[in-house]
C-alpha cells in the first residue's frame, strides 16, 4: 500500500473517532435538557389528570376535574407556605393549579410565635392540677383564656382553605407540607394528589378533667378536612405524624399530651368523595366519616364515601369510623402493631359501610373479631376479606368473638362505582409498592 493512501486511511480514521467524539458529547450535553423537558412535561400531564370515570362516589354525576382547565395564569409552583396560602386566595373561583415543590411549614416560626401575652404553660399545669381544680369540673379562669387566644392565633396561621375548582399537586417525590390543616370547606370540585401531610401539632391542648374517668388532653387540627364539600379527590398522599409520633409526646396529669387530632376528616354534610391509593400511618385518630350522632339533619343521605387501595399501616383506629354514610372501602390493605390496635371498621350511627376484598395482616395475639368495632346499631356488608393470606368472614368472627357487640349484616346498597377490582391476595403487595406520595404513574 502506498504511502498516501495510508495516510488517508490515518486522517479518515482520526475525523471518525472525532465526529463519534463530537456526537456522544452532544448527546451528553444534549441528555439533561430532555430529561428536564420530560420532567416538565410529566409533572405538566400529571396537574392536569381528572378523576376516571366510575371511580368511586368522587365521579358521581359532574365528575372531579379540579384545576385542570386552569389557564397559564392560573398555575402556580409554591416552595413556601406563605405562597400557597397565596396562590389559594388569588383569582376567586377560577380554576387554579397549586404546584408544590419541596416542603412547606406553616410552623417554622416554633410555638412561640402563637403565644398571647401572659400566656404560661407551667402557670397553666400548676392552676389546672386534678389536685386543685379537681376533676368534675371543665376548666375556665385567666390561663385557659389566655390558651384559647392562643390557640387562635395558631388556627389562623396553619388553616389553608381551599376554593373551589382547584387542584393541589406535589411536584416528584419530596413534596409535602407539615404543621398544616388544609381545610376544604363549602366547595366543590377539589383534588389533592402527591402529598406528604405531617400531622400538625397543636400547640396549645385543652386539658378537660371530666373528660373519661382520669380527663384527657384535647387537640384540633387534621391535617386534611373536608366539610360540607362535593367531589373531592384525594389520591397518592401519605399522612403521617411523622417526625412527632404519639410515642415521643410527654405526659401531664397522667395523661398523654395529646396534640394530633386526625389525619382525614369528613364531616358536615360533604359527599362524593374518593380517597385512592393512599397512606394513612403511625396515628391514632385516622379517618373519621360523620363527627356527630346528632348531625343527621346535615349528613343523612350524604357522606357517600369510597376508599380504595389504601394502606393503613400502624394506626389505632378510624379506618375508617363510619356515621350515616353509604362508604365503599374495598382493596385495601391494613398492618397492624400489636401494642397500639384498637379497630379498623368503626360502625356508627346510621352508617352504612360496605368492607369488600380488603387485606389485614395480623400479629398473633390480635384477633379478627377486633377489625370491626359497634358503636351504635347499623348494618355492614363485609365480603371477601382476607385475614393473614386466608379469607375470613369478618362479622361472623367479629359476632362469636364479641357477643355484646353483635353487629347485623347487609348495609343494603350495592356498590357500581368501581374502575378496578383486585384480589384481596394481590392487595398487599400492589398496594405496598403503589400507594403515597411519591408513587404516582
Known sequence: MS???????????????????????????????QDRDRDRDRDREVARRTLPAHDGWASLGT????GADADRAHVHTVTTWEEFRAALAADGDAPRIIKVKGTLDATASG?????????????????????????????????????????????????AYVPANTTIVGVGRDAGIVGAS??????????????????????FPQWDPTDGANGAWNSEYDSLVVYGSTHVWIDHNTFT?????????????????QQHDGELDI???????????????????????????SAGDTDRGRLRVTLHHNLF?????????????????????????????????????????VAERN??????????????????????TTEDNYVNGRPVDLLAVHNAEVPEETLRPDAGWTPVLRTRVDHPRAVPALVTHRAGAGRLR
Open 359 to 380: 387485606s389485614f395482616a395480623l400479629p398473633a395475639g390480635v384477633g379478627a373479631g377486633r377489625i370491626l368495632k359497634k358503636w351504635k346499631d347499623a348494618p355492614v
Open 313 to 353: 399501616r400502624d394506626i389505632v383506629e378510624r379506618a375508617p369510623r363510619v356515621r350515616f354514610g353509604k362508604v365503599d372501602a374495598y382493596n385495601n390493605h391494613y398492618v397492624v402493631d400489636p401494642d397500639t390496635y384498637g379497630y379498623s371498621f368503626g360502625i356508627g350511627a346510621e352508617s352504612q359501610l
Open 3 to 33: 504511502v498516501k493512501r495510508r495516510q488517508g486511511r490515518a486522517v479518515k480514521a482520526v475525523l471518525g473517532c472525532t465526529a463519534l467524539v463530537l456526537s456522544v458529547t452532544a448527546t451528553a450535553e444534549a441528555a439533561p435538557h
Open 63 to 66: 365528575g372531579t376535574t379540579g
Open 182 to 203: 388544609l381545610q376544604i370547606k363549602g366547595v366543590d370540585n377539589i383534588i389533592v394528589r402527591n402529598l406528604t401531610l405531617e400531622s400538625p401539632l397543636d400547640c
Open 267 to 293: 364531616v358536615r354534610g360533604a359527599d362524593l368523595v374518593t380517597a385512592s391509593w393512599n397512606v394513612f400511618a403511625d396515628h391514632d385518630k385516622t379517618l373519621m366519616i360523620g363527627n356527630s350522632d
Open 241 to 257: 405524624d411523622g417526625r412527632h409520633p404519639d410515642s415521643s409526646l410527654p405526659r401531664y396529669y397522667g395523661q398523654l399530651y
Open 111 to 159: 410555638c412561640g410565635a402563637f403565644e398571647a401575652e401572659g400566656y404560661d404553660f407551667d402557670t397553666y399545669l400548676a392552676d389546672y392540677h386534678p389536685d386543685v381544680w379537681g376533676r368534675d369540673t371543665p376548666v375556665d379562669g385567666p390561663q385557659e383564656d389566655l390558651r384559647a387566644r392562643s390557640a387562635d392565633n395558631q388556627a389562623k396561621a396553619v388553616k
